[in-house]
């Protein structure tokens, strides 16, 4: 007989200037259901307060490199969400 | 921010960042060299105004270990198209108008070189490196830059 596992990912996830103050926190840990994405990860925190106010477009990085909605998350990830960049 | 710390990630120690005014003879001496003939430098400075809006103030925040690799890595990207020296820095924090937020600085054998990868590093730090400032205005309102919509009208709604 057939047993179902659900397996999860945890990720801890950056949030930066506009966007902590936007979802009033500046880290957060996500877990979600495995086999999951950035895309996945963005859409459980535009569920969180406020996030439905989060750009429709986000950059974001994964272990300090900037990947698309598509990346795929493994437990211990770091996935940041850069808003417009403003240095200089 | 605390100190982001995940056991994928290297622990960077920080090179480009600085919490500290940034001192522009020290840039110099770093890349100064007898074969370096022509030294270019930049400074970005806290401007008094924007938008025909009166400025007091910038708060410059940054996520660190990513900003420091991408610094390291347009340096490096500077240093091998021009073959020159080039030293950078990105001031963290609270600045007052008239200070500088970033400076670089280019040498090479001659001008062309030190004026083309000095150009190149200050536009890639500004396209690339995530750093964030909000800016504080003299009428009392607060703004990220670059965030429409995102600034003081939210800070009030959440006070």
């Known amino acids: 007989m057939a047993e179902i596992v659900l397996t999860t990912v945890t990720v801890r996830v950056l949030l930066f200037a506009s966007y902590a103050e936007l979802l009033g926190c500046d880290a957060l840990e996500l877990q979600l259901e495995s086999p999951a994405t950035v895309a996945d990860a ?4 535009r569920s969180q307060p406020r996030g439905n106010r989060l750009p429709p477009k986000l950059l974001c990085a994964l272990n300090l490199a900037q990947v698309g909605p598509g990346a795929r ?10 808003p417009p960049l403003a240095g200089g | ?38 030294i270019a430098s930049f400074l970005g400075t806290v401007r008094d105004h924007h938008g025909g809006r009166g ?20 340096v490096t990207e500077a240093k091998s198209r021009w073959d020159c020296g080039v ?17 670089v600085v280019a040498a090479a054998s001659h001008r062309e070189a030190a004026f083309a990868a000095c150009r ?37 709604e959440a006070r």
């Open chain 1, 73 to 82: 998350l493994t437990s211990g990830d770091e996935l940041a969400l850069l």
């Open chain 1, 42 to 45: 963005i859409e459980r925190l």
């Open chain 2, 87 to 103: 030293a950078l820095r990105h001031r963290i924090g609270t600045l007052e108008v008239g200070e500088a937020a970033v400076a």
């Open chain 2, 120 to 156: 190149y590093v200050i536009e890639e730090v500004k396209r690339r490196v995530p750093i964030w400032k909000q800016e504080f205005f003299a009428d009392g309102t607060v703004e990220w830059v670059g965030s429409e919509g995102s600034g003081s009208p939210l800070r009030g």
């Open chain 2, 1 to 38: 921010m605390s100190s982001p710390c995940s056991r994928h990630l290297p622990v960077v120690e920080p090179m480009f960042l600085t919490r500290n005014p940034i001192e522009l003879e020290a840039l110099l001496s770093e890349v100064q060299d007898p074969t370096r003939g022509g």
């Open chain 2, 55 to 74: 400025v007091v103030r910038l708060e410059y925040s940054a996520y660190g270990p990513m900003a420091e690799a991408e610094c390291a890595r347009i």
